[in-house]
C-alpha cells in the first residue's frame, strides 16, 4: 500500500470518526436538552390539571356506573379542556386522565378520552407494565412507561381532598411516536451534516495526502536514479518543510557521490583497479600500510629521446608522450600491474602488490611484450613525421617493501629496496646488452618454459657485490599475444 493510500484512508478515517462523534454528540445534547424541557412542560401539564380536579369528587368514582353522574361529567370536562390546550405543535398530549386509590390499588377515575376503544373506564384497575407508579408526590419519569393503553412518556402529580388527604393523581401522558417523531428532524440533519461533511472530505483528503506523498514521490525518483548511476539527478523541492530539508540533504549527497565519482576517476587514471581498490577499501584512512613481499619491478625507458624531444615542438613532444603513455599504462593495467610512477620518458611498473599474484612474473614479462607490440604500432602513425622511438625495459624479481610513502598533503603507493634499484640498471644495461627486454635471473626462474629467453650472461650491477645473470627476451617483430603459462621452447 502507497503512502498516499494510507495517507488518504487515515484522513477519510479521521475524518469519518470526527463526524460521527461530532454529529452524536450534538445529537445527544440535543436529545437531553428536548426531553429535559419537554419533561419540565409534562410536569407542569400535570401539575395544572391536577390542581383543576377535585379531590373530593375524584374520590366518589368508584366504578363504572358513577361515569353518569355530574362528578365525572365536570372531571371529563376539566381533563379535556387541559389536554385540548395541549395539543399543538411544541407539546403534545396524548392523554390525560386521573386515577383513584382504592384499597391500596389505583383505579381509573376519570378519562379525557372519547374513544370508547381507547378510554379508561371508571373502576378499573390501572396496571402498568413496567415500575408502579409513585403517585404520591408529583415527578415526570425519565424513561418511557407501559400500561395497557400503549408506551408513553409519563409525567403526574398528586389530587387531595377540601381536607388534604391524598385522595388520587392525575397523568399526563405523551405517545412515544410523538416524542420520537419531533427528534427525527435532529437526526435526519445530522446525519446530512455527516454525509456533506464525508463528500466535502474526500477533495480534501485527496488533496492533503497528494501534497504530502508528492515531495516523497519526488525523493524516490531522484533517490532511484542515483541508485541507477545518474549522479546528475536533483530533487526538485522548494517548500521551506522537512521534505524542503530532506531535499537539499539528498541534492548535497548526489554532489558528493558526484564529486568522488570524479575523483575516483581521476584516481583511475594514476594507479591501478587494484591500488585503487585496496585504498578505497582501507581501514586506515586511505593509506596502504607498508609490508615486506616478493614483487616483480618493471622498468621502461624511451632511449634517446632527449635527442628527439630537441627536434620536437614542446607541443609535440607532450602530444607524443600522452600518446606513448597511455597505450603503455594500459597495458600495465592490463596485465594486474600497478603504475608506480613516470621519470620523465621512463615509467616505472610493480607486479605482486598491492595484492598477491602467482602468477607476477609471467604478467611482467607479458607486459613487456605488449609495450614492444603496442610502440610498433605507434611507429606506423608516426612514420609520416619522421619520428622513430625505441625503448628498453628492464626486468627484476625480489624482496621489497610497498606500501603509501609521503607527507600527509601528498602520498603515492611505491615500493623500495634492492629490487627497485636492480630493475632500474637492468634498463639501463639493455641499451650496452643491445637488448629490448632484459630480465635477471630471479625473474627468468619464476617464468621458466613460458617465453623464448636468451642467456645473456653475467653482468655486474652497480650497488651489488655479485654477478647477477641476465636474459634477454628480443622482440625484433611484434608478436602475438602470449597466454600465461603457455609453454614455449627456449631460445639458446
Known amino acids: 500500500m502507497t503512502y498516499r493510500t494510507q495517507q488518504l484512508l487515515a484522513l477519510g478515517g479521521l475524518t469519518l470518526v470526527a463526524s460521527l462523534a461530532s454529529t452524536a454528540g450534538l445529537y445527544s445534547l440535543a436529545e437531553r436538552h428536548f426531553y429535559a424541557e419537554y419533561r419540565a412542560k409534562l410536569l407542569s401539564i400535570a401539575a395544572t390539571a391536577a390542581a383543576l380536579t377535585d379531590g373530593g369528587k375524584l374520590a366518589s368514582i368508584q366504578k363504572r356506573e358513577d361515569e353518569a353522574t355530574p362528578a365525572y ?5 376539566a381533563l379535556k379542556a387541559v389536554r385540548d390546550a395541549n395539543r399543538r405543535k411544541d407539546t403534545q398530549v396524548q392523554r390525560v386522565f386521573a386515577v383513584v386509590e382504592q384499597g391500596g390499588l389505583l383505579h381509573i377515575g376519570a378519562d379525557a378520552e372519547e374513544d370508547p376503544a381507547l378510554m379508561g373506564r371508571a373502576g378499573e384497575v390501572y396496571r402498568t407494565q413496567g415500575a408502579p407508579l409513585q403517585w404520591e408526590t408529583a415527578a415526570v419519569e425519565q424513561d418511557f412507561s407501559t400500561d395497557e393503553f400503549g408506551r408513553y412518556l409519563r409525567a403526574h402529580a398528586p389530587v387531595r381532598d377540601r381536607d388534604g388527604k391524598l385522595v388520587g393523581a392525575v397523568i399526563a ?12 428532524p435532529m437526526k435526519q440533519a445530522g446525519l446530512v451534516a455527516l454525509g456533506l461533511s464525508l463528500i466535502l472530505s474526500i477533495p480534501v483528503a485527496f488533496w492533503l495526502s497528494g501534497r504530502a506523498s508528492r515531495p516523497l514521490t519526488e525523493l524516490k525518483r531522484v533517490l532511484d ?9 536533483r530533487a526538485n523541492i522548494t517548500s521551506k518543510d522537512e521534505f524542503g530539508e530532506v531535499a537539499q540533504s539528498v541534492n548535497a549527497m548526489a554532489d558528493g557521490l558526484a564529486e568522488r565519482d570524479r575523483v575516483k576517476s581521476a584516481f583511475a587514471r594514476y594507479v591501478s583497479q ?6 578505497l577499501t582501507s581501514d586506515s584512512g586511505g593509506v596502504l600500510r607498508g609490508d615486506r613481499r616478493r614483487i616483480t619491478v618493471l622498468f621502461s625507458d624511451i632511449r634517446g629521446f632527449s635527442k628527439i624531444s630537441e627536434h620536437l615542438a614542446p607541443e609535440k613532444v607532450v602530444q607524443l608522450l600522452n600518446d606513448y603513455f597511455e597505450l603503455m599504462v594500459e597495458v600495465v593495467f592490463r596485465n594486474q600491474g600497478t603504475l608506480d ?28 611484450i605488449e609495450m614492444q607490440q603496442e610502440l610498433a604500432k605507434l611507429q606506423v602513425r608516426w612514420e609520416a613525421e619522421g619520428i622513430q622511438i625505441r625503448i628498453g625495459v628492464g626486468i627484476h624479481s625480489g624482496p621489497a617493501i610497498v606500501g603509501t610513502i609521503g607527507s600527509s598533503r601528498r602520498m603515492e603507493y611505491t615500493a623500495i629496496g634492492d629490487t627497485v ?16 627486454i632484459l630480465v635477471s635471473e630471479h625473474t627468468y626462474y619464476g617464468a621458466k618454459g613460458a617465453f623464448p629467453f636468451r642467456n645473456m650472461g653475467t653482468i655486474t650491477v652497480r650497488g651489488r657485490e655479485e654477478p647477477l645473470t641476465v636474459y634477454a627476451l628480443d622482440v625484433a617483430s611484434p608478436l602475438p599475444e602470449l597466454a600465461v603459462g603457455q609453454e614455449t621452447a627456449p631460445v639458446a
Do not use: C
Open 73 to 77: 361529567a365536570e372531571l371529563h370536562r
Open 173 to 184: 401522558q405523551a405517545s412515544v411516536e410523538w416524542v420520537e417523531g419531533k427528534l427525527r
Open 225 to 233: 536514479s542515483i541508485a541507477k548511476g545518474d549522479l546528475k539527478a
Open 274 to 279: 587494484q591500488v585503487m581498490d585496496s585504498v
Open 341 to 368: 610512477k613516470f621519470m620523465g620518458d621512463g615509467l616505472m611498473a610493480i607486479f605482486g602488490a598491492p595484492e598477491n599474484d602467482p602468477y607476477q612474473e609471467e604478467h611482467a614479462l607479458k607486459a613487456a
Open 421 to 436: 634499484n636492480v630493475a632500474s640498471r637492468l634498463q639501463t644495461a639493455t641499451k650496452e646488452l643491445g637488448a629490448s
